[in-house]
C-alpha cells in the first residue's frame, strides 16, 4: 500500500532552519506531484509548496514565498522541504501530500504529518 512518511520536524527559534522529508513508497513517485500543507491549531489545512512529477516549476503559499523551497528526489523516492528564516506563525502540523490524475480518477495520499514548532 501507499505510504508517506514525513520526519524532520520538531522544535525550533524564531530565525532557524529545519528541513522536512517525505519518504514514499507503494506508487510510481515520479508520476505524482508532490505538496507540503500545514494545519495550524484552530485552522483549515492550507497548501505550502507544491512540485510537478518531473521536478521543475513550484508553487508556493504567499506567506512562505522566498524562505522555503520544495525540492524531490525521484530517485529516492523523497521530497523535502527546506524552511529557513522561520517565524511563530509557521508554528503547525506538516503533511506530505502526493496526487495524481489519471483519466478523471483522483490517487490522493497523506502522510501522517510532523509538528514544526517556533518558539524561543
Known amino acids: 500500500q501507499v505510504q508517506l512518511v514525513e520526519s524532520g520536524g520538531g522544535l525550533v527559534q524564531p530565525g532557524g532552519s529545519l528541513r522536512l522529508s517525505c519518504a514514499a513508497s507503494?506508487?510510481?513517485?515520479?508520476?505524482?506531484?508532490m505538496s507540503w500543507y500545514r494545519q495550524a491549531p484552530g485552522k483549515e489545512r492550507a497548501l505550502v509548496a507544491r512540485?510537478?512529477?518531473?521536478?521543475?516549476?513550484?508553487n508556493y503559499a504567499d506567506s512562505v514565498k522566498g524562505r522555503f523551497t520544495i525540492s524531490r528526489d525521484n530517485t529516492k523516492n523523497t521530497v523535502y522541504l527546506q524552511m529557513n528564516s522561520l517565524k511563530p506563525e509557521d508554528t503547525a502540523v506538516y503533511y506530505c501530500?502526493?496526487?495524481?490524475?489519471?483519466?478523471?480518477?483522483?490517487?490522493?495520499?497523506w502522510g501522517q504529518g510532523t509538528q514544526v514548532t517556533v518558539s524561543s
Open positions: 512540485i510537478p512529477g518531473a521536478g521543475g516549476s513550484t
Open positions: 501530500n502526493a496526487v495524481r490524475l489519471v483519466l478523471g480518477s483522483t490517487f490522493n495520499y
Open positions: 507503494g506508487l510510481t513517485f515520479s508520476s505524482y506531484a
